[in-house]
């Protein structure tokens, strides 16, 4: 059983998502929080294997709830739940150790299926939705664009296509299939990229490549 707790300051969020993924096989909703803080004094009981973190929260935000959680239990994962008006927050969460983020009005399947990912360890970054952060990104930084920090030159071309994959939300068999490699392979090739570019994980990999336009949409 994947073991979930949901955290939004609204309950009527919160219950009526829990009732929906609990109703799911395989998934078991352990608990329920208003806030960041609420969320880490429960999980350090509850032991949650993902956290469905809603971003904007009165108090302790999920920007600052990831943090936490992920600097007390890194084996913890945490899924940000969201809306279009949110995507300034989206990359502070991801680069607080966040494995990916979701629009709230999602279907449950598509709910479903982004926790299985990431309980795989995967990384969930909606295609469109991606793409519209970006380019609020790149309007943003228009009159100081942002330079590609050292180590990008070190990746072979092979590497920065991994890398763009990993910016895709791909796992390392959806990567093996599409460059026709394998999935040992693939898994050394991400080992490589995370090592040269000085990265944390995967999931951090993939932030690169989406912030810093590796990722082609």
Same mark, same amino acid.
């Given at each position: 059983m994947i073991k979930i707790m949901i955290v939004d300051d609204q309950p009527l969020v919160r219950e009526?998502?829990? &009732?929906?993924?609990?109703?799911?096989?395989?998934?078991?909703?352990?608990?329920?929080?208003? =806030?960041g803080i609420d969320a880490l004094h429960k999980a350090l009981e509850l032991l949650p294997d993902i956290v469905l973190m809603d971003i904007r929260?009165?108090?302790?935000?999920?920007?600052?709830?990831?943090?936490?959680?992920? =600097?007390?239990?890194? =084996?913890?994962?945490?899924?940000?739940? &969201?809306?279009?008006?949110?995507?300034?927050?989206?990359?502070?969460?991801?680069?607080?150790?966040?494995?990916?983020?979701?629009l709230k009005d999602m279907p449950t399947d598509t709910i479903t299926q982004a926790i299985l990912t990431v309980h795989h360890g995967g990384v969930v970054l909606p295609k469109d939705f991606t793409s519209q952060v970006l380019t609020e990104l790149r309007m943003k930084s228009h009159n100081s664009p942002v330079e590609l920090p050292k180590g990008i030159q070190d990746l072979s071309n092979r590497e920065v296509e991994v890398l763009t994959h990993l910016g895709e939300g791909l796992n390392n068999k959806e990567i093996a299939d599409v460059l026709f490699i394998t999935e040992g392979t693939v898994k050394n090739h991400v080992s490589n990229v995370i090592q040269k570019l000085g990265l944390r994980d995967r999931t951090q990999a993939a932030i690169y490549a989406v912030r810093y336009g590796i990722t082609t949409f």
């Open positions: 009526g998502l829990g &009732t929906l993924l609990g109703l799911r096989p395989g998934i078991e909703v352990v608990g329920m929080a208003e =806030d929260m009165p108090g302790v935000n999920g920007v600052e709830g990831t943090r936490l959680l992920k =600097d007390r239990l890194p =084996d913890v994962k945490v899924l940000i739940l &969201t809306t279009f008006n949110d995507s300034e927050y989206i990359f502070d969460a991801l680069e607080e150790g966040a494995s990916g983020y979701l």
